[in-house]
């Protein structure tokens, strides 16, 4: 089955600058890739997803860059803000098989103003 | 907000008892499916249901069963509590077409705790 490593665990950046959370995958049949975002006693939020007929996604300040030939995808935010604060989770899917998802164990991004 | 909901948003069992969670799917969408997610780590898939028959199932004891309803709600129930089933648990909905399962909208949760 899928197997999906996320680093790193933790991150603390100054609000301003960039962030990158990287993500790794092992079964090369997943064709969907969605980033979420969890704030503290709330459930995943959907940010970004990107499918696999395509190598980048961007909105505002969020992107997602995809490598199906490494399997990896990564997750990058520009310009960062206090309220960016929160655990970030990658997942991969195949969206032909119900798309259950298989989630990475997470980043806590601390921006610090 | 997403608009699926759940119910309770907290509850506190003992070892050995019974639970019901409750989830109301997005307007339009048909799937509903369950994640456990323990503190500190991701969600993890417990099953799936689409035309109120289950639709894949992760790696989770036969206690752990559910229900989809006509209206797309679902339920999820755990017999024979133990502490290690205390965590978030989470629905998530999507609309499931012809070839493929779109995106998936996670609720708030329910926070269950096994004492």
């Known amino acids: 089955g899928e197997n999906v490593e996320q680093h790193p665990s933790t991150l603390s950046v100054q609000e301003g600058d960039s962030a990158v959370i990287k993500c790794t995958y092992s079964d090369s049949a997943s064709n969907y890739f969605p980033w979420y975002k969890q704030e503290l006693g709330k459930g995943p939020q959907l940010i970004i997803d990107i499918r696999s007929n395509v190598g980048e996604k961007k909105d505002q300040r969020i992107a997602v860059t995809l490598n199906k030939t490494a399997k990896h995808f990564s997750l990058h935010i520009t310009e960062t803000q206090p309220e960016d604060s929160a655990v970030y989770f990658c997942a991969a899917t195949q969206m032909e098989y119900g798309n259950k998802l298989v989630f990475g164990a997470g980043t806590i991004l601390r921006v610090k103003s | 907000e997403t608009g699926v909901t759940q119910s309770p948003t907290h509850l506190i069992k003992t070892r050995g008892q019974q639970v019901t969670l409750r989830c109301s799917s997005q307007s339009g969408h048909n799937t509903v499916s369950w994640y456990q997610q323990a503190l500190g780590q991701g969600p993890q898939f417990i099953f799936q249901y689409y035309r109120e028959e289950e639709n894949g199932r992760g790696n989770f004891p036969p206690r752990f069963s559910g229900l989809q309803f006509p209206n797309y709600s679902s339920e999820l129930n755990v017999n024979a509590l133990e502490l290690d089933d205390s965590a978030l648990y989470l629905c998530?909905?999507?609309?499931?077409?012809?070839?493929?399962?779109?995106?998936?909208?996670f609720g708030p949760g329910t926070r269950l705790t096994v004492l």
């Open positions: 998530a909905s999507s609309l499931k077409g012809q070839r493929i399962t779109d995106t998936q909208y």
